[in-house]
């Protein structure tokens, strides 16, 4: 299976603003994503949340548009829209028909400097945004994530929920939300990405027309650093009523750029993706486990974690799947894969990155994701460097990142009992 040829036109603005143009003819739409280089890392001390209420409170008006606006002249052209917020960036996204994007991109200009973040509007969405984080809570698989995050990172931002905590969501006030917007939501501090089927010329003297009037904003901050390397593992349970028995183990991995990555990828693959990966064969198989993987997102801007989650089988002894766990990690650090386990590893790594480009949004996403933290130049080589990945380098990621002093592990037990740390 090919990579569709997926080309990518840059610009910018005299004002800063990065402009990545995705061409296709694949349907009459447009994807408008506009990107700032802003995300929950970001958020000041003892106000964890801030980037993700901001999301919501663009959301709440404009001196252009009132709140609702936004919604109904997107809803009366028949497009399609949302935000997002991640540890290194905020999105927001509007799919389109061709001939009507120039609204999208009127709307993204006027929210970036326009938005009224009045405290009326911040206190009604302070509920919405609790009752999100109260939600996430009640869910097992998100709690036992997030506890593992703040155990592998404690005191760095990425240990805290991408939303915050409700207790620091409540004490947001609209002043210094103002100050982040102010700070982070300029247009030197974003990117555009406009994938679909228009004309280049056209469209970008539309974004030049929308957008080059704003002015630039101040230089950024500095950025905060990468957590220092763990030295010892952690462990610890979560128990509560309902849900089912999970386990999961992060190992401090390194970042998108680092030149691991790509033999991490497929180690993730040989691992725990599909039915063929070592760790459906040993423990779903077996009848231990009801699932079983294993991923290296890696698409951060310092080092993160290489995760293995595991749902035990009703009654399967936990020591039982920590030891077959650590069978197959020994094994994958002592000896290489075979070359049939590194062929099927390179061609799923394959098929899924052409899925995430079989859609015109979904290209759009891909370049603005990797922008946000190796550049989407980062695709140019990326196949080639899986390609030279040998069975002895995926041994060699094996033993140098699935150590025991670099693991963090968390046991959800459904038995209502409380939480507990070692």
Same mark, same amino acid.
């Given at each position: ?48 949340? $801030? =980037?993700?209420? &901001? /999301?919501?409170?663009?959301?709440? !008006? ?5 709140? %609702?606006?936004? #919604?109904? @002249? ?28 120039? $609204? =999208?991109?009127? &709307? /993204?200009?006027?929210?970036?400097? !326009? ?5 009326? %509007?911040?206190? #009604?969405? @302070? ?39 409700? !207790? ?255």
């Amino acid at each position: 299976m090919s990579l569709p040829r997926l080309v990518v036109h840059e610009h910018r603005l005299d004002n800063g603003l990065k402009i990545l143009l995705v061409p296709s003819r694949d349907a009459p739409l447009v994807a408008v994503s506009l990107w700032y280089r802003t995300g929950s890392r970001h958020d000041p001390p003892g106000e964890a949340g $801030t =980037a993700h209420m &901001l /999301e919501h409170m663009l959301y709440k !008006g404009t001196r252009r548009h009132p709140q %609702g606006a936004y #919604d109904h @002249i997107l809803h009366e052209q028949g497009a399609v829209h949302n935000a997002s917020t991640w540890y290194e960036r905020t999105n927001y996204y509007i799919l389109i028909s061709s001939d009507r994007y120039e $609204t =999208a991109l009127e &709307l /993204e200009a006027d929210r970036m400097r !326009g938005a009224l973040l009045d405290a009326a %509007g911040l206190g #009604d969405e @302070i509920e919405v945004v609790v009752n999100e984080l109260q939600r996430s809570e009640d869910d097992p698989a998100t709690a036992l994530h997030e506890r593992l995050l703040a155990r592998a990172f404690p005191g760095h931002p990425y240990g805290r929920p991408v939303g915050g905590t409700p !207790g620091e969501v409540r004490g947001l006030t609209a002043e210094r939300l103002r100050d982040f917007y102010d700070a982070h939501y300029r247009p030197n501090h974003a990117y555009l990405v406009v994938a679909g089927d228009y004309d280049e010329g056209r469209i970008l003297e539309r974004v030049a027309s929308a957008f080059g009037p704003i002015p630039a904003g101040p230089a950024r901050l500095s950025e905060p650093p990468g957590a220092p390397p763990q030295s010892a593992e952690r462990r610890f349970e979560l128990r509560r009523a309902g849900g089912r028995e999970q386990l999961l183990l992060g190992y401090r991995a390194p970042a998108r750029r680092h030149p691991d990555v790509p033999a991490l990828d497929l180690l993730a693959q040989v691992m725990g993706q599909g039915r063929m990966s070592r760790l459906h064969r040993a423990l779903v198989e077996p009848g231990m486990a009801v699932q079983a993987g294993a991923e290296n997102p890696a698409a951060l801007v310092h080092p993160f974690l290489f995760y293995i989650d595991v749902s035990p089988s009703l009654g399967a002894p936990r020591e039982s799947i920590d030891a077959v766990l650590e069978r197959e990690i020994d094994r994958l650090s002592r000896e290489p894969v075979t070359d049939a386990e590194l062929g099927r590893a390179r061609k799923q790594a394959r098929v899924d990155l052409v899925l995430r480009c079989d859609r015109v949004s979904a290209r759009g996403a891909l370049v603005g994701e990797l922008e946000a933290t190796v550049g989407w130049r980062y695709l140019d080589d990326y196949l080639s460097r899986l390609a030279a990945v040998e069975a002895e380098d995926v041994r060699r990621v094996a033993a140098t990142y699935l150590v025991p002093r670099g693991r963090t592990v968390g046991h959800f037990r459904p038995d209502g009992e409380g939480e507990k740390s070692a």
